[in-house]
Each structure stands twice: as structure tokens, then as C-alpha cells.
């Protein structure tokens, strides 16, 4: 017990900031976008809107957001269990490091890596298991992949080393 090493994606994962990406859309435009039209990773290609990927680097994207209630559950499952996990995430601005470091510490998570765009790849060699939503790593370095699934990234073949999962709360049988 306890030897089982996770990487945990954030964006997508572990929290809801292409809803919340949205909503702050829709407060800026008045115009009403769903998560479920988003089937491209980037969301500027899945909605043709010129500019809606600056939207990442804004704080109020993350300001009132926290784990989902699948993540919550899952990081107390992992907890529990002495298993070792890291939160990796990529940020787009200093402001939004300071949110989402504050939305992992709320939530007693306090070990997590950031990296500048640009700067420094995700360690996914170093780990038994990698959580992310991403479709694009499919082609990564790992060892056991599982890809949350969602609009945008759907349609991959599985193998061995990657599947997909429906809820985070599948890796409870899986890991
Ligand atoms: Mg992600």
C-alpha cells in the first residue's frame, strides 16, 4: 500500500475551468456558450471565437472555482490510501498560479507543480498512473494513461497503456 505514484492533471480534472472559462465569456459578451459544443482542446478552434484563448489567463476564471465533487472524492480516496499524487498544471498568468494554488490548498493539496507555457514539460515517466483530459499526451511518455473523457477529446483509440475513463470515480477500480 501506499507505493502507487498518480500524476494528476488540474484543468479539466480536477476542476471545471472550461465551464467557468465560459461563464466569464458570457459575462464579458452576454453571449451563452456550452461546454458540450467544445470538441476541440482548443477552445478558440471549437467556437471560432478570435481571442477566447486569452481567457486562460485570467484570474476571475478561477476565483470562485474549486474541485469538483468527483475530484473531492477521489483526492480524500487518495488521501486515505497513502497514495503519493502530484498535481501538474500549466499557467497562463501569475494570477491565475496564485487561484489555482489557492483552490489546491483549500482542498489540503499541497503538492503541486506549475509550469509557464513554454517552460518545462509535464514528468509523466515519473509516475505509475497519469490523470489528464488532454487528448494531445496520448503520444507521451508514461507508463498507464487515463484520459477523462469530454467533447473535445473523444474519439482516441485505446490501448493497452491508455483508456479512457467516464467519471474520476472509475479509478477507484482502476489504480
Ligand atoms: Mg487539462
Known sequence: MGTKSIMLDMDGVLVDSLGALLNCYEKDTGIKLSTSEI??????KATGIEGINKY?????????L???FDAKVLVSWLQQ???F???QSFIE???TAIEKARILKDNGIFNFKFFQ???GKKEFHRFDYVIEDNPDVVSE??????????????????NRRFKYIRRLSDLINLI
Open 39 to 44: 470538441d476541440n482542446y482548443d477552445v478558440e
Open 56 to 64: 486562460w489567463a485570467r484570474k476571475e476564471v478561477y476565483k470562485n
Open 66 to 68: 474549486d474541485l469538483t
Open 81 to 83: 490510501r497513502g497514495y
Open 85 to 87: 499524487f502530484e498535481v
Open 93 to 95: 498568468s501569475d494570477e
Open 117 to 119: 507555457i513554454g517552460e
Open 141 to 158: 511518455n508514461y507508463r498507464q494513461l487515463y484520459l477523462l473523457q469530454a467533447p473535445y477529446n473523444g474519439y482516441l483509440k485505446e
